[in-house]
């Protein structure tokens, strides 16, 4: 097991190293770094400084050593907007993110684990159909007209919720649920068929022939055999949220990570842009790797593979 | 990661009738059962895609007209729509749609902010998405399954080499990825079509390797080596026909994705540029009106959904008339 994690982390830091250097790499395909990362009216000695501050004045290979160098020693340089250190600009606004994707989490898995459930108890009939329904256009809709119809419906119809800003529990309600619909439906889905795979096995008719209730049935023998695809779906799902994110806190002008890296792409805030997507793609990696790890502890199976 | 579920949940329910259906036979204790089962299961499943064949359930005639209704825009969006949908008209801002207070005869859903005509705007729109749809599909599956041929033909380096971008890529999540790209490189429409293209590029990659792989062991293509067929005559004349189906399948449900995609960057800002109407756009401008014009908003946001349930809508029924493999085992 611990040779394992071992090997998967190591997959994790290549995963890593190759998109640093594809950044790398694009940003330098795209043009000169100094003419993209100041702004037009930058003078010749700006320009000048900035390239020795950066060691744009060296060979390639240098410049790619100095650049790991920089990443590793933590220094993603100064925003082109704020001039402030981008680390200090991200982790202002990190919060906000992390609340709204926890409370999605939490949504997604509080109404899609049990709906999922029901509907499979319920295989063919009324709760079945209905859930399916839901979750077909739960699947559907994209996030951004989601969002604009709980907005029209909450906010100006009923006018219960904000539909803007942060600050109070009512605040977070809308956006997490939008961000959460994605994750929701999918989960009750793949909860549903895999447990209606699971019911089948035998020993689940075993128990039932050695009279254990339908309750203890599910509960003891069927859940924690249907939970493997689950998860699995759990984690390919997560970097699709972060993607969302940017979509959801955009239309909810949720002040996170997601609506920041939007105005930092359309006003080319290259440093600020570099730091994000190698914080997505760190957070990326450690969830599929914290899901890896995960399976080993839900199926006593796998970790005999593995060891 | 979609369509992998739908694909689950059919697989299973197709099983789960199979399993139902036989509960009466299981009462004689002594009968030959996995005979007759597989017998009856043939049968059904000639009889159910006989039926499927011929008579399509109303869902799909309902897909097919909406797709069709939306190709019959973008392709006559000239002809189609009554005004330019981006020359301004200031002096009718904001109008709503006919029969709502504040209407304007001329504009039959109204106008945005600039005194755009809506309807016409939603006309040029369906262009965009299926311009954009059609062509990064076809790009994306076309590469997509020449590499994942390649990789599963030739194996060594060259498949360890690909397979490993493509699961890079999935593990990624698109969006960010095409953020990233759009950051460096900037948003128009030939960076969009690469994007689009890119978007499955890694599924398809996979479902025609794993393909190649099984079909590769067949007796046919063992029988055609043997014979001293040629490579090329190999891949193009029994491994390619062999893969076709599931990969058009993946495809057209596939192409939901790659319009989502479209509507999404479009809708932060950083897809289509202004003035030219997209949808997601459209949405996103509306956005700013929907406490005095919510149809800006909401009628773009009904135009992709439309679309993109009846692309989905339509990739499933394929799925099970072409590939009973997929519905199958």
């Not at chain 1, 009216?41 to 320009?47: C, G």
């Not at chain 2, 036989?22 to 009889?47: D, G, I």
């Not at chain 2, 009628?299 to 799925?319: C, E, F, H, K, Y």
Request: with cysteine; aromatic share 8%; charged share 15%.
């Amino acid at each position: 097991m611990a040779r394992y994690g071992l090997r998967r982390l190591l997959r994790g830091l290549v995963t890593m190293w190759l998109v640093v250097t594809v950044v790398f790499v694009a940003l330098r395909i795209s043009g000169d770094p100094a003419k993209a990362m100041l702004p037009d009216d930058a003078s010749v000695a700006q320009i000048e400084a900035f390239n020795r501050r950066y060691g744009l004045d060296q060979p390639i290979p240098v410049q790619y050593a100095l650049y790991l160098r920089n990443i590793l020693a933590g220094d993603f340089g100064d925003s082109l907007r704020e001039h402030r250190p981008v680390t200090e600009l991200v982790s202002a606004r990190m919060g906000n993110t992390l609340l709204l994707g926890f409370a999605a989490i939490a949504i997604a898995l509080a109404i899609g684990l049990p709906a999922g459930i029901l509907a499979a108890i319920y295989h063919n009939r009324l709760w079945d159909r209905l859930l399916t329904a839901g979750a077909f256009i739960g699947q559907s809709i994209p996030n951004f007209f989601l969002g604009i119809l709980l907005i029209l419906f909450f906010s100006l119809q009923l006018r219960s919720l904000p539909s803007s800003g942060t600050g109070t529990w009512q605040h977070l309600i809308l956006p997490a649920f939008t961000l959460s619909t994605g994750l929701l439906s999918s989960m009750a889905r793949m909860m549903r068929s895999s447990l209606l795979e699971v019911m089948r096995q035998e020993y689940v008719r075993t128990a039932r022939a050695k009279g254990f209730s339908n309750r203890q049935i599910i509960l003891r023998h069927c859940l924690r055999n249907a939970a493997i695809p689950v998860l699995t779906l759990f984690g390919l799902s997560l970097g699709g949220l972060i993607g969302g994110a940017a979509i959801t806190e955009t239309i909810f002008a949720w002040p996170g990570i997601g609506r920041f890296a939007v105005g930092a792409i359309s006003s080319r805030d290259y440093p600020l842009i570099q730091y994000i997507v190698l914080l997505v793609a760190a957070s990326v990696v450690s969830a599929n790797f914290i899901v890896d790890m995960l399976y080993g502890v839900i199926d006593p199976r796998i970790r005999a593979e593995r060891a | 990661m979609k369509s992998e579920n739908l694909h689950a949940s059919q697989r299973l329910s197709a099983l789960v009738e199979n399993v139902h259906r036989p509960a009466a036979a299981q009462s004689t204790p002594m009968q030959p059962a996995p005979v007759a089962k597989s017998q009856e299961n043939a049968l059904t499943l000639k009889q159910s895609q006989r039926r499927r064949g011929f008579s399509l359930p109303l869902s799909i005639w309902a897909s097919l007209f909406v797709l069709g209704f939306f190709i019959f825009c973008a392709l006559f969006a000239d002809w189609l729509a009554p005004h330019d949908p981006v020359a301004n008209n200031l002096r009718a801002r904001l109008a709503a749609p006919l029969g709502m207070p504040n209407a304007q005869p001329d504009f039959l859903l109204g106008t945005d902010a600039l005194g755009r005509d809506l309807l016409s705007r939603l006309i040029y729109g369906a262009r965009v998405s299926l311009t954009i749809g059609f062509v990064g599909t076809l790009v994306g599956l076309l590469v997509g399954s020449l590499s994942g041929v390649l990789a599963g033909y030739l194996g060594g380096w060259l498949d360890e080499a690909i397979m490993f971008l493509a699961d890079a890529l999935i593990a990624l999540p698109f969006l960010v990825v095409a953020l990233t790209v759009v950051a460096i490189f900037g948003s128009n429409l030939g960076v969009l079509v690469v994007l689009a293209s890119f978007s499955g590029w890694a599924g398809y990659t996979r479902l025609a390797r794993g393909q190649v792989l099984s079909v590769n062991q067949q007796p046919y293509v063992l029988a055609a080596r043997s014979i001293g067929s040629s490579s090329v005559r190999l891949m193009l004349r029994h491994l390619l026909p062999n893969i076709t189906a599931p990969l058009v399948v993946m495809a057209t449900l596939g192409m939901t994705s790659v319009i989502l995609l479209e509507s999404s960057l479009s809708f932060l800002g950083l897809g289509i540029q202004p003035p030219t109407p997209a949808w997601g756009a459209m949405l996103g401008e509306g956005r700013d009106y929907l406490h005095t014009s919510w149809w800006l908003g909401v009628l773009p946001g009904v135009a992709i959904m439309l679309l993109t349930m009846s692309i989905s809508q339509i990739g499933d029924w394929l799925r099970d008339l072409l590939d009973p493999s997929m519905r199958g085992a």
